[in-house]
């Protein structure tokens, strides 16, 4: 079995390890990571420069979506050289194996895999099966993979809108709705005297607010980020922030700012794989609050219920990118957050959310913040919290999406 991440962002790393973490112990596997330039460059200067961050959001739609797609698919087909060189390594190094799965949870070495399947099946009589995991609730179309025996999508909507584009581009497109995967190490129940947040978050507690705070793989919204933070801690001295971060020069000036607050803990990694991997130990070693982040794949933490180690209350800051939109709305249609909703009027629903929209102004965010836990809303969420009967209805909402994954291939005689 083979697992194909790209450094574009910490998501698809993130995804990868959910499905290591629960694929059979019995099967082996290697990893194979990207090394298109291409795509890590657009992932960071569109995220940075607000100028080509406007050009590469309109070309995520409409014809010109249309025409980006048919093209970089194309010039992914034609450049998948060295992972066919690759493969073939692996392969001619265990001559015991007679197929092998391919797990890709980003679309560039999906696309090549689906172009040299075929080829290596004839020179080496190996089969492959490619399956794809989509890592947003995106239809984005370059998520249609020629050559993909199974796709995986979190929802019916993205199944149905890409399936159009796949049968309008002749592309067989074998497409399975299934919750997105988290890890399992967030999804383990509390032990010893169990759960604290809700009296953390009460409003007439003076217990610590145990704050995760992950910075994105292109170190966007740093400065947002470090207002919102400052604000916050200004404001109340009940916060302790857990700021995990890779080392680079792009987050050394936000690192330092910072450390400024009254109560941090800067946890720094050398690469992307060891960021993945300290932000899940903060979660193992403390019983943790809140969390801020994009809407990026992040986002699907939603689907961890409140009383498992990785249910905090979640915090997102402003979407950049259509696939961050299409993830609030996933949240939306499964009322696990309510958007363009003044606080008050959200502690007033029924079903409590999972998370928060926070205001684009870093003051305001900071005082929303503050106003959850002074009014109630920020304990109901964590003490109150129910998927919708709707939502569970659907084969959308779980946290046992990547358990599905594997039952799913079993299931296909794939493994």
């Not at 890409?162 to 988290?182: H, M, Q």
């Not at 000036?253 to 993945?276: A, P, S, Y």
């Not at 929209?357 to 305001?364: F, M, R």
Request: proline share 4%.
């Amino acid at each position: 079995m083979l697992f194909t991440y790209a450094p574009a962002g910490l998501g698809h790393l993130r995804v990868t390890g959910a499905l290591v973490g629960s694929k059979p112990k019995e099967i082996p596997y290697e990893l194979l990571g990207s090394s298109d330039p291409f795509m890590t460059w657009i992932h960071r200067i569109t995220s940075v420069n607000f100028f080509l961050r406007k050009v590469y959001e309109a070309i995520q739609y409409g014809w010109l979506e249309d025409i980006f797609t048919i093209c970089y698919s194309w010039y992914l087909r034609k450049t998948s050289g060295k992972i066919k060189k690759r493969l073939l390594e692996i392969i001619d190094a265990h001559p015991e194996v007679d197929s092998i799965v391919v797990v890709a949870t980003h679309f560039g070495l999906a696309h090549q895999i689906g172009a040299i399947k075929g080829y290596i099946k004839k020179l080496r009589k190996v089969d492959i099966v490619l399956a794809v995991q989509v890592t947003d609730d995106t239809s984005q179309h370059i998520w249609c993979v020629r050559g993909a025996d199974i796709t995986f999508v979190p929802s019916r909507q993205t199944r149905n809108e890409l399936t159009v584009w796949a049968k309008s581009r002749k592309i067989r497109f074998n497409c399975e709705v299934s919750p997105y995967p988290v890890s399992k190490e967030l999804c383990v129940g509390f032990s010893g005297e169990g759960d604290t947040r809700c009296k953390a978050l009460g409003r007439e507690s003076n217990e610590p607010i145990n704050v995760v705070v992950p910075i994105s793989g292109a170190a966007v919204g740093l400065d947002y980020l470090s207002s919102f933070l400052m604000n916050l801690d200004r404001m109340c001295g009940r916060f302790r922030f857990y700021v995990v971060s890779k080392r680079s020069s792009h987050t050394q000036k936000f690192l330092t700012k910072i450390g400024k607050l009254r109560w941090v803990q800067i946890v720094t990694g050398r690469n992307d794989n060891e960021v993945v991997r300290l932000y899940e130990k903060l979660y193992i070693d403390n019983m943790i609050h809140m969390e801020v982040t994009k809407p990026s794949e992040q986002a699907f933490k939603a689907l961890i219920h409140p009383k498992f180690r990785g249910g905090c209350l979640i915090l997102f800051s402003k979407p950049i990118g259509r696939q961050e939109y299409d993830n609030l709305s996933f949240l939306e249609r499964h009322k696990l957050i309510y958007r363009f909703r003044a606080v008050e009027t959200i502690a007033e629903q029924a079903l409590p959310p999972r998370g928060i929209l926070l205001s684009e102004n870093p003051e305001d965010a900071s005082r929303m913040v503050l106003q959850m836990i002074e009014i109630g809303l920020a304990k109901k969420m964590v003490c109150e919290f129910e998927f919708s009967p709707a939502s569970m209805m659907t084969s959308e909402v779980s946290e046992k999406g990547a358990w599905l994954f594997w039952e799913k291939l079993r299931l296909l005689k794939y493994i």
